[in-house]
């Protein structure tokens, strides 16, 4: 897929975040919108207006790519129900269509021994845009249950006293009072390191690579150059398949860390940063394969590198 479109500036961190781990799926599959549509039921515009935060997307089509990705559907779902809290529609709801009567011959009922009843009258009136508008008492009625909704807030019976609020319906099953912090993978992986703690180290050695996911992937010339990212460890490292005949394999990261492969390495050792400071690079062939999180180039290799 071709380089994806910024998002709008005033989305909230918590819809970027989802959008931008949808968008790291697609890539990981390196796939296409229109496959990703075939596979998951949801059409191609739906996932264009999704994977560009004009619309949040259902759960079913998160937990439908997360699968394609083999993502961690826990760890999925507590970024789809953060983003949903945080969710603010853009643009005004349809206009509202009016109920349609139901069809009645001409002074008959549809059995012709049953009377034909007279239609109950509707309260308010239509208006010239054929939009039914509500009467007096309608709205003594939104009225009284606006008042019953303050009232409820203001005693709000489900505070206990601790500050704890019961997280919304739908919630993964053990998942705390809201705001949801995200959960650590760092249990899962039983990894012996940690982020500034992993700088230098094996990341299959410290175990790293149990929960290790790819953040982006560049197919070139016989061979694959991947960023990998480990959540439990927050460490990154390189990684390419086919390594014969490679060289240069490294990561950087905007920090100024670097960690170097051996000609001929399948991967380097890990940095402390997450994947959006860091970026890989191999030489190939005589040109520069390089990934980052977001993006991926093939450059000519001009100097020593």
Not at 43 to 50: A, E, K, P, T
Not at 137 to 145: D, E, H, K, P
Not at 169 to 198: E, H, K, Q, Y
Request: hydrophobic share 40%.
């Amino acid at each position: 897929m071709g380089r994806w479109q910024p998002l709008r500036g005033d989305l909230p961190a918590e819809v970027v975040r989802l959008v931008r781990e949808l968008r790291q799926y697609v890539d990981r599959c390196e796939t296409t919108t229109a496959t990703v549509a075939a596979k998951t039921g949801y059409s191609r515009s739906s996932w264009l207006r999704y994977l560009n935060g004009r619309r949040l997307p259902p759960w079913s089509a998160v937990e439908g790519l997360g699968r394609l990705a083999q993502a961690d559907a826990e760890y999925l779902r507590v970024l789809w129900e953060s983003a949903a809290h945080a969710w603010t529609p853009g643009g005004a709801a349809g206009e509202p269509v009016p109920p349609t009567a139901p069809k009645r011959r001409a002074g008959r009922s549809e059995h012709p021994d049953t009377p034909v009843a007279a239609a109950p009258p509707t309260e308010g009136r239509w208006s010239s845009r054929g939009i039914l508008m509500p009467g007096a008492g309608v709205w003594l009625a939104v009225a009284a249950a606006c008042s019953l909704l303050a009232a409820l807030l203001l005693a709000r019976p489900w505070d206990t006293g601790t500050g704890a609020v019961r997280p919304p319906d739908g919630a993964p099953a053990g998942a705390p009072a809201w705001p949801w912090p995200l959960r650590s993978a760092v249990d899962r992986t039983g990894a012996a390191c940690r982020s500034g703690g992993c700088r230098g180290l094996d990341p299959y050695r410290e175990k790293c690579d149990r929960d290790g996911v790819v953040v982006h992937r560049l197919r070139a010339y016989g061979h694959v150059l991947t960023l990998q990212f480990s959540p439990g460890c927050m460490a990154s490292w390189a990684e390419v398949e086919t390594p014969a005949g490679t060289a240069g394999l490294r990561i950087a990261t905007s920090g100024g860390d670097e960690q170097r492969a051996a000609t001929g390495g399948a991967y380097t050792a890990m940095v402390g940063n997450g994947p959006d400071a860091a970026r890989a690079t191999v030489v190939v062939d005589g040109r520069q394969l390089g990934v980052a999180r977001y993006d991926s180039w093939i450059d000519a290799v001009t100097g020593s590198g």
